[in-house]
Structures are given as structure tokens and as C-alpha cells.
């Protein structure tokens, strides 16, 4: 495996990561949240992933293990890997409290109300290092997710990239909002929050380290398949009902529609 694709492939999931301090930025530095950007972002991304996860992502991986097992099993076990996966990031996500997942969306405008003394407040600077922690748990499988698609397929891999980055900054404004009202630092704020998406190449660096000395057509396919299934998950769990808290039903609905196509056509540029 030529060192040029590694570096990319980990470059794409550091560039990914680290996008959640770009909500951190937006948060100091915009005075109100385009909730209708928000919206038709988020709903872009989980429309880039759905699509890109059940057309390319787990057709390779059945591919892969249907020629090392045969159509019956290499399709079962591209099945089962796939609903692991689901229910791998389905259960990080139930393992993180409610109070700190970082589902919970937040506005910039939250940064104006009347919480102005910015005196030290213990339970709101818990509650934003828990929400990085969280965000951190979630970022490792993304980051190993966005890792193995770029090495299979580097645009495979700048597709996945994008989607995570545009998921990410949400999550950066609900670190950067709580810590901010606790210690009144924005600098402590946006570091906190920039922090926390460094699980993506971290997770990518674990992956690369553990699981690619050891990399057969069975367990890249299972690996494959099991990105799709967090991909899915992250999609319908997290990025949906995030588009729609957001802004309006349709327009995160126009937001997954065009990603869908978006990604449609990248995919027929590269036959």
C-alpha cells in the first residue's frame, strides 16, 4: 500500500474531524444561526451518506466477499457485517447520557441571552466537556469509516470526508456554547471544541495500526460493509433529526434529495 494513499486518506479524516471548530468559530463569530443552511447542509450530508453507503459502500464489500466465499455466504456475511456496524455506533450512542449526547442541538443566539456575568458554573463546564467526550466517542468510527473509504477509493473517500465535516459543525457549537458560558473563555471554547474532533484521525491512526497488517478480502469486506451500517445509522439518528430540529421538514428533505443526486453524479464521473 503506496504511502501517498495513506497520508491522503489519514489528511481527509484529519480535515473532517477538525471541522467541528468550525461551529466553534461560528459561535463567537456570527451574530445569529442560519437555520436554513443548517438545515439543508445537514440534510445534504445524510443524503451524500445514505446514498454512498448502500450504492458503493456495501456493493463493494459484498463484491469483495462474494469472490472470496461465493454469492450465498459472502452475501450473508456482507449482511451481518452490516447491521454490526449498525449496532456497533448504536450502542456508543445509548452508553452516552442523554444530558450530554451530542445530539442536543444549540443556537449561536444561546451565546446573547442573560447569562452575561459568565461566572464559573461546574455543572454547564461538566456538561460541555461531557458533550466533547461524547463527540469524541462518536468521531472515532466516523474517522476510521472515512479512512478505509479513502483508501479503497480516494474519491470515494473525499465524498465521505465532506459529509462528516458538514455533520461536525453542529457539534462544534454544542461544546463551544456550555464551556463558553462556564469559564467565559472563548479561546478555552473553541480549543475544547476543536479537541474533540481529533477522535476522527485518531481513530483512523488506531485502525490503520491495528486492523491493516491484517487486512484479507474478509475482513476488508466486513469492515466495508460495517462502515455502511454506521454511516446509515449516523445518517437517520443523528443527521435527519438534526436537519429538521433546524430549519424546516423540507428543507432538509431538499437537502438529502440533492446531496443523493450530487453523489449520484460524482459516482458517474469516476465509471
Not at 454547564?124 to 466533547?132: K, V
Not at 466486513?222 to 433529526?241: C, N, Q, R, T, Y
Not at 436537519?243 to 453524479?265: D, F, N, R, W
Amino acid at each position: 500500500m503506496e504511502i501517498n494513499n495513506i497520508l491522503f486518506a489519514f489528511g481527509l479524516t484529519l480535515l473532517a474531524g477538525l471541522s467541528t471548530g468550525i461551529g466553534s468559530a461560528m459561535a463567537f463569530f456570527t451574530k445569529r444561526t442560519n437555520t436554513k443552511f443548517l438545515s439543508l447542509a445537514l440534510g445534504f450530508s445524510a443524503g451524500v451518506m445514505i446514498y454512498v453507503s448502500f450504492v458503493e459502500i456495501f456493493m463493494k464489500a459484498k463484491d469483495t466477499l462474494i469472490k472470496s466465499y461465493g454469492n450465498g455466504p459472502g452475501t450473508t456475511y456482507t449482511v451481518i457485517a452490516f447491521f454490526g456496524g449498525i449496532l456497533f455506533i448504536a450502542l456508543i450512542d445509548k452508553l452516552i447520557p442523554t444530558e450530554e449526547n451530542p445530539h442536543e442541538m444549540h443556537l449561536i443566539e444561546e451565546m446573547n441571552t442573560s447569562n452575561t456575568s459568565k461566572q464559573k458554573d461546574h455543572k454547564l463546564m461538566r456538561m460541555g466537556l461531557f458533550t466533547a467526550l461524547a463527540i469524541g466517542i462518536h468521531n472515532f468510527p466516523e474517522g476510521l469509516a472515512t479512512f478505509t473509504a479513502a483508501l479503497q477509493d480516494p474519491s470515494l473517500g473525499i465524498a465521505i470526508a465532506v459529509a462528516i465535516a458538514i455533520h461536525n459543525i453542529p457539534e462544534g457549537i454544542a461544546v463551544s456554547i456550555p464551556i463558553y458560558y462556564a469559564t467565559g473563555d472563548k479561546r478555552k471554547a473553541f480549543k475544547l471544541s476543536f479537541l474533540s474532533g481529533l477522535a476522527e484521525p485518531i481513530g483512523a491512526l488506531i485502525g490503520y495500526l491495528i486492523l491493516m497488517p491484517f487486512l484479507t478480502p474478509l475482513l476488508f469486506g466486513i469492515i466495508f460493509a460495517g462502515v455502511a451500517g454506521i454511516m446509515v445509522f449516523i445518517s437517520l439518528d443523528e443527521l435527519l433529526p438534526a436537519a429538521q430540529e433546524y430549519g424546516e421538514h423540507h428543507l432538509s428533505i431538499y437537502g438529502l434529495v440533492t446531496g443523493m443526486i450530487v453523489m449520484a453524479i460524482s459516482l458517474l464521473l469516476f465509471l
